[in-house]
């Protein structure tokens, strides 16, 4: 028998193109107008999977799912919609979506999810679902919709909820705490500490005592006792960031409280019980660092239970619109100007650059354009030397193969006078100077290289 399939959009040409697409592939496909319609249905028919459209009058993709999860329906549901967001896709996530896909749809990835659904919900047994509560809160706005940023949200959705060590990894820059704070924002713990500790920026001397407190007269200078950093936790999640910077003497004791949940403060002999969650963070590779006997395995196994890995910002470039956008209008009203974005130029310069400070590089670079700017729109010129200079040499190398060798020069040319220019404030008797050559003569290869008209 073929398995049955439910399409629930309130869009009738969506529903139709569906229905055709998995007719085609064997499936057997039932249709719903809206939320109300599809919950009807998802009861009466039993589907081996059901496909979702998030935004519907009423009854949202959403709430739906809410309501199918609180009655202890199995349904694998997949959500679609054109309108990603960072909140809904780990709500969806955490409320039990098998999958979120993001139109336009892509026929190949649509199927390959079906396939994988049908196959679960053949497998399932029924078992009451815990959708965990819903929080509109956010913790840190998190942006992006590209396919990499998507399966970071998925995960999050999955995992806020349980009591699972995290471990993110990823560059310098690319939002790790953010991606901690998320978890938190969105798990049972929400109402409780989220405690941070970057282990890099504390001495290891010091490192022990902050993690794990200390009692009166442990050390010179003890005059009272003091807890800890998972003390202060307690209930609540504590992020240890940089993890990869601890010591090995910390490393062993940081397992003890991960493998016993307990620990005492530095010069005391009480055992004090923690309930606490763990993430910790870091941008080195920690498998490395085991072979080269920095870092302890078991403790990295330890951690390791749900690996997330936060992209660097070169490898999603089609988020920098997106994030660009959101950091302008922040500044804008941080700084009481009406800034509505980059020109065409300054955004493609911004979409070449390579980023190596993330999203980081990529927020003070809009910070110090939106401060420095007096226009509307951001320009080239707002942008640091740094970017400008980058993109000139990209474009230098990538057409070198089809160039002349006096087409090469030129290009050289123009790229020394440029930066001399630059750095002298496009001062020209100055960058003459640096060039060591008459003023007259810079100006004239300045118009022969199209510097200037």
Not at 101 to 112: F, V
Not at 118 to 146: C, H
Not at 169 to 185: D, N, P, W, Y
Not at 363 to 371: F, H, I, W
Request: proline share 4%; charged share 30%.
């Amino acid at each position: 028998m073929e398995d049955l399939i439910l399409v629930v959009d309130d869009e009738e040409s969506v529903r139709q193109t569906l229905k055709d697409i998995l007719t085609d592939h064997g499936y057997r496909v039932e249709t719903a107008r809206d939320g109300r319609e599809g919950l009807e249905k998802i009861t009466m028919l039993d589907p081996a999977a059901v496909i979702m459209d998030i935004r519907m009058p009423e009854i949202d993709g959403i709430k739906a799912l809410e309501l199918v999860r609180v009655k202890g329906q199995d349904t694998p549901i997949i959500l679609i919609t054109a309108y990603g967001s960072t909140q809904s896709t780990i709500e969806a996530m955490k409320m039990g979506a098998f999958d979120y896909l993001l139109k336009p749809l892509q026929i190949n990835d649509l199927l390959e999810t079906v396939k994988k659904a049908v196959e679960i919900k053949k497998l399932m047994r029924k078992a009451p679902a815990d959708p965990g509560k819903v929080t509109d809160e956010p913790s840190e706005i998190m942006i992006g919709l590209s396919p990499a940023m998507q399966k970071v949200y998925k995960i999050i959705g999955r995992v806020a909820n349980s009591n699972a060590t995290v471990l993110i990894r990823g560059e310098s820059g690319t939002g790790k705490e953010l991606v901690a704070r998320a978890i938190h924002f969105n798990s049972v713990r929400r109402d409780k500490p989220f405690v941070k500790i970057n282990c890099a920026s504390i001495p290891d001397s010091l490192l022990e005592s902050e993690l794990f407190g200390y009692e009166k007269g442990a050390f010179t200078g003890a005059v009272t006792s003091k807890p800890g950093k998972f003390e202060l936790a307690q209930h609540g999640t504590i992020f240890l960031d940089e993890i990869g910077e601890m010591s090995l003497n910390l490393q062993a004791k940081l397992l003890r409280v991960i493998q016993e949940r307990e620990f005492e403060r530095l010069g005391g002999t009480e055992t004090i019980k923690v309930d606490v969650r763990i993430i910790a963070a870091t941008n080195k590779d920690l498998e490395k660092c085991i072979a080269e006997g920095t870092f302890r395995e078991d403790l990295f196994y330890r951690l390791n239970v749900v690996d997330i890995y936060l992209p660097p910002l070169r490898e999603r470039r089609e988020d920098i619109p997106l994030l660009v956008e959101h950091m302008i209008k922040q500044y804008s009203s941080e700084y009481r100007k009406q800034i509505s974005g980059f020109t065409e130029q300054a955004m493609k310069l911004l979409l070449e650059y390579e980023w190596p400070g993330n999203v980081r590089e990529l927020k003070n670079v809009c910070e110090r354009a939106v401060l420095m700017s007096n226009g509307p729109l951001l320009t080239v010129e707002d942008l640091p030397h740094s970017i400008r200079k980058s993109s000139r040499r990209l474009h230098w190398l990538k057409g070198l193969s089809g160039d002349s060798f006096k087409e090469m020069v030129a290009e050289v040319e123009r790229e020394i006078i440029l930066q001399a220019l630059e750095e002298h404030n496009w001062n020209r008797s100055a960058a003459a100077q640096a060039l060591k050559m008459n003023r007259s003569s810079l100006y004239l290869k300045m118009k022969e290289l199209g510097i200037i008209d």
